[in-house]
């Protein structure tokens, strides 16, 4: 079925070239069936099968007049799931987009004469290291459902989109139901870390900051850390993670980058406050965006309508949260800091570098890191500065770009450079401006607005005063309203990401 390419019909071809370009098309060629083919092309599987045409349509003569169609059909590598032999025929399974947002499995398979069967599993073995690249094949997944999640329909929805392309995929999957708040924490802790290669949340952000800190408290949780992928399967009400690593919120979309993921350093952030540590992976707040999300939990019906409802609320009352602040900035002007993002685009390294990189300073058998500018009990570091704030409207720290979909906060993250991205706004700028920052996030112009004050840090001590109780949030989590520092660590978690180093985000100009 291999193509035959003429030498002779232009004097300037090369003929070895095109030998070359004869023996690439055979050896990516393998017949099958009476009238059919399949070859690897650039990043698509071609399945050539002339019983494609028999089919009729509607529209020509109401369907009596046979109609040829595409003798070709395109299969995306990255949805190619497994591929296999038996004793007479081949089956490639893949992930079929029924919708824009929604893939189901479907197979294609075929008869294998008896003389192709060693050829055909060489051509199986390339098709799948094409597929997967430097992603890890044959998963060992624990999965976490929160049975609330998704208004109570994670489980249904697992069973559904997510669970069969975890199967197609030959991955090996271990499921368990959470019980209550901070059962995900206790399930991470008791783990066995060489028994899995990632823990999947079928859940909301809760569930995976739960993990991170379960892990966080095993013996040795930079082992556990390093080697565990923590991952989302979108059922809850926020998604922000897997909106930064798989770019949606579809459960079955989400599914196949888990599948295809590749292993990706984590910068995570220990937390501070009183005697407790904890670790945070996506931001945290005090201020307008807090009392907006924790603020109105008694709205949740409304979904993410609900943060804007209670921006605007707040808004109105120009409502101004007044602390003493201390931070460690490491880029604090923002074409310094675009320059660092854009830096960061080119970077190809293969995933084992980018990890040997980020896991340098850790050692197996350790628990977390020690702290370099030590707790909110201890005395302010050397070289901070504690500055008050006493008109402060919003202060928001990210790791990750998104915190909702079309809300990316923070353009300039990067999953491992070892920075938080600070953004603070005054409290008592005009409605006007304060409107305009709501859209901007959503048009992508919010970074570049004056009176957007946009740093990236490596740690920072806050005071909240003036009050006695408010909201801090913690990923969307609530912690007392009390003093806290924070202080990020390169590369200290691991999570699945399309690209294995940037987040499925716009950024800036010169990212595609």
Request: proline fraction near 4%; charge should be negative.
């Amino acid at each position: 079925m291999a193509t035959e390419l003429p030498t002779d019909s232009d004097p300037f071809v090369d003929p070895d070239i095109v030998e070359e370009q004869q023996d690439f098309a055979r050896e990516s060629t393998l017949a099958v069936g009476r009238n059919a083919s399949l070859t690897l092309g650039t990043d698509s599987l071609i399945v050539l099968d002339e019983g494609f045409v028999h089919k009729r349509e509607t529209s020509n003569c109401c369907g009596l007049v046979p109609s040829k169609t595409k003798t070709t059909r395109a299969i995306p590598l990255f949805n190619v799931l497994w591929a296999e032999l038996s004793e007479f025929d081949i089956t490639i399974r893949y992930a079929h987009p029924t919708s824009r947002n929604v893939v189901r499995v479907a197979y294609v398979h075929y008869d294998i004469d008896k003389s192709e069967r060693r050829r055909a599993t060489a051509w199986i073995a390339v098709l799948l290291d094409r597929a997967y690249g430097e992603s890890q094949r044959n998963k060992r997944i624990k999965v976490l459902i929160n049975p609330y999640g998704g208004k109570g329909n994670a489980h249904k929805w697992y069973l559904r989109d997510i669970e069969p392309i975890f199967a197609a995929a030959r991955c090996e999957v271990d499921v368990e139901r959470t019980q209550f708040q901070g059962h995900a924490a206790e399930i991470a802790e008791k783990l066995d870390t060489d028994a899995y290669d990632v823990i999947a949340s079928c859940s909301g952000d809760g569930l995976p900051h739960e993990v991170f800190n379960g892990l966080g408290r095993k013996r040795d949780a930079r082992r556990a850390l390093s080697k565990l992928a923590v991952v989302q399967l979108p059922c809850g009400t926020g998604n922000a993670m897997s909106w930064n690593l798989n770019g949606t919120d579809s459960t079955s979309l989400s599914a196949l980058c888990v599948v295809k993921g590749l292993q990706t350093p984590l910068d995570l952030v220990s937390i501070t406050q009183g005697d407790r540590r904890t670790l945070s992976f996506l931001s945290q707040s005090v201020g307008i965006v807090a009392e907006s999300d924790l603020g109105t939990d008694n709205i949740r019906w409304m979904g993410s309508v609900r943060f804007t409802y209670g921006f605007l609320v707040r808004l109105l009352g120009k409502t101004v949260y007044p602390c003493d602040l201390a931070v460690q900035v490491e880029i604090g002007e923002k074409a310094a800091i675009k320059e660092h993002y854009r830096a960061e685009l080119s970077n190809r390294a293969p995933t084992h570098e980018r990890r040997e990189h980020a896991s340098s300073s850790s050692h197996e058998g350790e628990g977390l890191p020690l702290l370099k500018y030590g707790t909110i009990g201890d005395k302010l570091p050397e070289g901070w500065e504690m500055v008050p704030y006493d008109k402060l409207g919003n202060f928001y720290v990210g790791n990750m770009a998104y915190m909702a979909p079309d809300s990316e906060v923070f353009p300039a993250t990067l999953p491992n450079d070892g920075y938080l991205d600070l953004v603070t706004i005054d409290g008592d700028i005009k409605r006007t401006e304060s409107i305009q920052s709501l859209m901007a996030v959503e048009k992508g112009t919010f970074f570049d607005m004056p009176h957007v004050n946009y740093r990236k840090i490596s740690g920072y001590r806050i005071i909240p005063k003036g009050r006695q109780n408010g909201c801090i949030s913690i990923d969307g989590e609530r912690i007392p309203f009390e003093p806290f520092q924070a202080e990020v660590h390169r590369g200290l978690g691991t999570v699945l990401s399309r690209s294995g180093h940037i987040y499925e985000a716009k950024g800036f100009s010169g990212r595609q």
